[in-house]
């Protein structure tokens, strides 16, 4: 799974049978420049990191196996610290730690 | 999925059995690399569209024995070159 952060929505009025009415995002994979495109089933918001699945796994995270999706969120990452590169401890928990914000 | 452009179309008679009469077209990405995408859904030159890879392009074929690892799937509405590098 990849760890991307959402950017915004992409509307695509014609678009093919088989991706119905799903909201597309573009993302941005962490380390990447690149932009891609991934089918939103959770409702996500601009700036939300997220896990997203590729390959045949994003069909059936996407709902059904007949779904034509390579890039699929499955998750919104509840706290990420990117500064560091990995999951920073819950919003409270930094606060306590910061004797500025300490009462 | 990818943020790919429209170049142009691609011709190709004698072609793989299950390709069958597909539109063909060359897209290219930010970088300006190329790659040739099935198009179900008429896309112009010029025109930004989302593309589907893997296993997922041949179902978004329409069906699952067409031979394609890239597959038009939506024309953006509204996109520009700036959040294309961006």
């Given at each position: 799974?990849?760890?991307?952060q959402?950017?915004?929505?992409?509307?695509?009025?014609?678009?093919?049978?088989?991706?119905?009415?799903?909201?597309?995002?573009?993302?941005?994979?962490?380390?990447?420049?690149?932009?891609?495109?991934?089918?939103?089933?959770?409702?996500?918001?601009?700036?939300?990191?997220?896990?997203?699945?590729g390959?045949?796994?994003a069909?059936?995270?996407?709902?059904?196996?007949?779904?034509?999706?390579?890039?699929?969120?499955?998750?919104?990452?509840?706290?990420?610290?990117?500064?560091?590169?990995?999951?920073?401890?819950?919003?409270?928990?930094?606060?306590?730690?910061?004797?500025?914000?300490?009462? | 999925?990818?943020?790919?452009?429209?170049?142009?179309?691609?011709?190709?008679t004698?072609?793989?059995?299950?390709?069958?009469?597909?539109?063909?077209?060359?897209?290219e990405?930010?970088?300006?690399?190329?790659?040739?995408?099935?198009?179900?859904?008429?896309?112009?030159?010029?025109?930004?569209?989302?593309?589907?890879?893997?296993?997922?392009?041949?179902?978004?074929?329409?069906?699952?024995?067409i031979?394609?690892?890239?597959?038009?799937?939506?024309?953006?509405?509204?996109?520009?070159?700036?959040?294309?590098?961006?």
């Open positions: 799974m990849k760890i991307c959402v950017e915004g929505t992409l509307v695509a009025t014609a678009r093919i049978g088989g991706l119905q009415n799903r909201r597309l995002l573009v993302v941005k994979e962490r380390g990447t420049s690149g932009k891609q495109v991934a089918v939103d089933p959770v409702g996500c918001k601009p700036g939300d990191w997220v896990i997203a699945v390959s045949s796994a069909r059936d995270a996407a709902g059904s196996k007949d779904y034509p999706s390579d890039l699929t969120i499955v998750g919104i990452i509840d706290y990420w610290d990117d500064a560091s590169g990995h999951a920073g401890a819950p919003a409270r928990a930094r606060a306590d730690a910061d004797p500025s914000r300490r009462a | 999925m990818q943020i790919h452009r429209v170049v142009r179309d691609l011709v190709t004698k072609r793989n059995f299950w390709l069958a009469s597909k539109s063909l077209r060359v897209v990405d930010h970088r300006g690399n190329l790659e040739v995408a099935l198009d179900p859904i008429g896309a112009k030159p010029g025109d930004f569209v989302v593309t589907i890879g893997v296993s997922a392009a041949r179902i978004a074929a329409g069906n699952p024995k031979t394609t690892d890239l597959t038009i799937g939506g024309i953006i509405d509204h996109w520009d070159e700036a959040r294309w590098h961006g």
